[in-house]
Each structure stands twice: as structure tokens, then as C-alpha cells.
């Protein structure tokens, strides 16, 4: 695994000062869902951790606009050549004089023209949080199911099947984005690549990425109050959508006794509502301020994913409040869960595999020792801390890459 080397210092929340404050300007197109997008929380969480530990962070984070004909329009038009956002970046990096620039999502708003706008100037490290360069859905999922049909090859297929969002414009515009954001370089000039996951980082590899370029950095949670004792429910937080597996699941609890409760909205809710057995309980949509206090309740985590995962947030939120992980053994998780140590992994949708899955952690012992060890691998990998060491020496290691350390 190629990963960022930082020492470790402890198992604490708090952060030391800098050696050498750096400034940092980062850039995010935000997703419309505001808090509720474990990628706009992951890209506040990280400036605010910068800023806690001493850096000078300025953050351009726009959001699309929606709603008229003539909004969509401009906002096609962001998302193909962003000439107006470019020239905002260049702007802020002549005056703010940043030592590097952080860039997250680009869609819709940003467009990778301002990835190209930086480079020119400074040093750019860049989070692949999913796979957006790779599949204009950003997923590789079709259909509710695993496809790699664009991965290494023209967004052709993408457009085609009208994988961004089931919209046939919207995914021509994507792919269009891609294509000629390829074709111009618009990526050549970033130092430096942060993968959440090993598993990502692969699979841009698989695409010809170059390996040297991309290092593996996963996300962070903050400390959260931990569970005391077994738990009682088991727990599913996330999108009701058939990728992410909870039909399967939800077939196999026909024959399980434990409670589930379920929090989440998406276009499977309905359906999956008619089809749960009578321990199972809806919550609908919960804001992030009350997912601590559902996890501290539970037993164990459930997330029954068929498709890549990169690193869900969720995994090490629960980790941080001591509680065991269930997960499908496939893409990111299958390195995020260590099986028999912080949780279980089971086979994609092997109901066999979930029921004896889910028999091990309704025996208290082993819910307290998978718990443990949880939190344990929250303190030792995905704290504040380790995340503050991480992300400060890829930005070391991307000023070197220009001469600027």
C-alpha cells in the first residue's frame, strides 16, 4: 500500500502547532444534500482541522444552481470550462499567496479548468473521493450494479446509459467535461494524489494514473462519546438505493430475530418498507448531530454494500464511538473493516453469511471485543491526529515534487 508516513502522537483529539504554518486554499464544488454529503463534512472537517492546529485555510466552495431552465444551463456550462470560477482561483492565488491548493470535488461548478488555473501556480494535491475521473456517475455502478465499462476508456458509455444521475444532458455534459478536460492536460500539473482508500487508489492505477503519484490518506472522524456495553440494535445509516445492498440484507432478517433500524431516505424506501419483517424499524432521513447517539445504541453497524465504497465516513464515526462493523467484503471496505478485529466482513449478498454474521455479535463478549478493537483502530488510524500528520506531509511531499519545501 502506498501510504503517507506521519508518526503517531497518541490517542488524543487535540493537535499540536505547526512547525511551519503553511496557507492553504481549498476548492470544492459542494454537493446540493449540504451536511447530509459525507464529502462536503469531510472537506469542512479537514479545514477546520488545519485551522485548529495553526495553518491559514481559505476555502472556495461554491454550490450549482438549480431550478430554471436557464440556471441548468449555466451550470452546463461551469461544468465543461469554468472560465469564471479559473479566474476567481487565479485571482485568490495571486492575493492570498497560498503555499498549496487543496482540490476535492470540481463538478458542477469548478470544472477541472481550475485544477489546470492552480497548477500553474502552485503546488496541487487532490482527493479522489470516489471515481469521477474514472465513471461519470462517479460510482462505477449501473443499474444498481458494478460496472467498470468507462474505467481506462472514453466516458462514452456513461453518456450513452445516462449514468449521471438517469439525466441524458446532464450525463452528455459530464462526459463531454471529461473527455476534453483529458484531452487538454487539465490534470497534468497536479503533485500529488490523495486517495481515501487503497482500493481507489487501484483503481485509478488500473486506469493509468500514475502509481508514484497518488498516496493513500483516509478520511477522520472526531472523537465522539463511546458505547458502554453490547449495544442493542443493529444499524443501518445511509441511502435507501439498491447499490447499497439492504434488500439483500433485509431478505436475510426474515430468519433473525435482532432488532434493525434503519436511518436513511432514497427511491428504494418504499419499497424496502413493504418488504421488512416486523424487527425492523424506518427512521427516515436523521441530520448528522443525531447519527452519534444512534451509533452509541448499537451493536453493530450493517453496511451490505454491492458496489465500491471507498471509505465510508460512517465506518470510522463508528469506530470512534466503539462499535463493531458488518460489512460486504468488496472494494473499500474490505480494507476499512479488519475482519475479527474492529468487525466482520461477509460475503456480498451471502445471507448465510449475514445470519451467522450477525449471530456473533448478538453474543455480548464478542460485541465488547469487537468494539474494542474498533476503537482501537479509530485511535491508531483515523483520529484528528493521524489525519492532521497525513494530510500536513502530503503537502510536503507535493511542495518538494515543485521545489517549494
Known amino acids: 500500500m502506498a501510504a503517507i508516513a506521519a508518526p503517531a502522537r497518541g490517542s488524543g483529539s487535540g493537535v499540536r502547532a505547526p512547525d511551519r504554518p503553511l496557507r492553504v486554499l481549498i476548492l470544492h464544488s459542494r454537493y446540493l444534500s449540504g451536511d447530509l454529503s459525507g464529502e462536503n463534512r469531510v472537506v469542512a472537517d ?14 472556495l466552495s461554491p454550490e ?35 503555499d498549496v491548493v487543496h482540490v476535492h470535488n470540481v463538478f458542477p461548478t469548478l470544472s477541472p479548468l481550475v485544477v489546470r488555473e492552480a497548477a500553474r501556480h502552485v503546488p496541487v494535491v487532490l482527493t479522489l473521493h470516489n471515481y469521477r475521473q474514472l465513471c461519470i456517475a462517479g460510482t462505477l455502478v449501473r443499474d444498481g450494479r458494478i460496472c467498470e465499462s468507462c474505467v481506462g476508456r472514453s466516458p462514452a458509455q456513461g453518456v450513452l446509459h445516462a449514468c449521471y444521475r438517469g439525466d441524458p444532458l446532464a450525463s452528455l455534459v459530464v462526459g463531454t467535461s471529461i473527455a476534453l478536460h483529458r484531452a487538454a492536460g487539465s490534470y497534468a500539473g497536479v503533485a500529488l494524489y490523495l486517495a481515501v482508500s487503497e482500493f481507489v487508489r487501484s483503481k485509478h492505477v488500473e486506469a493509468g494514473f500514475p502509481a508514484r503519484a497518488i498516496l493513500v490518506k483516509p478520511n477522520f472522524a472526531w472523537p465522539a462519546a463511546r458505547r458502554t456495553g453490547p449495544g442493542g440494535y443493529f444499524l443501518f445509516l445511509g441511502r435507501l438505493a439498491r447499490e447499497k445492498g439492504l434488500g439483500d440484507l433485509l ?11 434503519v436511518a436513511g431516505d432514497g427511491p428504494q424506501r418504499l419499497e424496502l418498507e413493504a418488504a421488512a419483517p416486523r424487527n425492523v424499524g424506518f427512521r427516515g432521513s436523521v441530520s448528522p448531530d443525531e447519527v452519534p447517539g444512534l451509533l452509541r445504541g448499537a451493536r453493530a453497524l ?22 463493531p462493523v ?9 480494507q476499512t473493516v479488519d475482519d475479527g478485529v474492529s468487525g466482520v466482513l461477509v460475503a456480498p449478498g451471502d445471507a448465510g453469511g449475514w445470519r451467522r454474521a450477525v449471530g456473533r455479535l448478538e453474543d455480548d463478549d464478542e460485541a465488547r471485543r469487537l468494539g474494542d478493537g474498533a476503537r482501537r483502530l479509530w485511535r491508531e488510524r483515523y ?3 493521524r489525519a492532521l500528520d497525513a494530510t500536513v506531509a502530503a503537502y510536503h511531499t507535493a511542495l518538494a515534487a515543485r521545489g517549494r519545501a
Open 46 to 59: 479537514e479545514a477546520r482541522l488545519l485551522a485548529e492546529a495553526g495553518h491559514a485555510v481559505s476555502t
Open 64 to 98: 450549482p444552481e438549480v431550478g430554471s431552465p436557464l440556471e441548468r444551463v449555466r451550470t452546463a456550462g461551469r461544468a465543461l470550462w469554468a472560465s469564471a470560477a479559473a479566474a476567481d482561483v487565479r485571482r485568490t492565488v495571486a492575493e492570498w499567496r497560498p
Open 251 to 261: 431478505a436475510a432478517w426474515r430468519t433473525i430475530e435482532a432488532p434493525l433500524v
Open 302 to 323: 450493517v453496511v451490505p454494500s454491492r458496489w465500491y465504497e471507498g471509505a465510508p465516513r460512517v465506518v470510522i464515526e463508528a469506530y470512534a464511538a466503539g462499535v
Open 326 to 334: 458488518i460489512a460486504s467484503r468488496l472494494g473499500g471496505l474490505a
Open 383 to 385: 483520529s484528528p491526529e
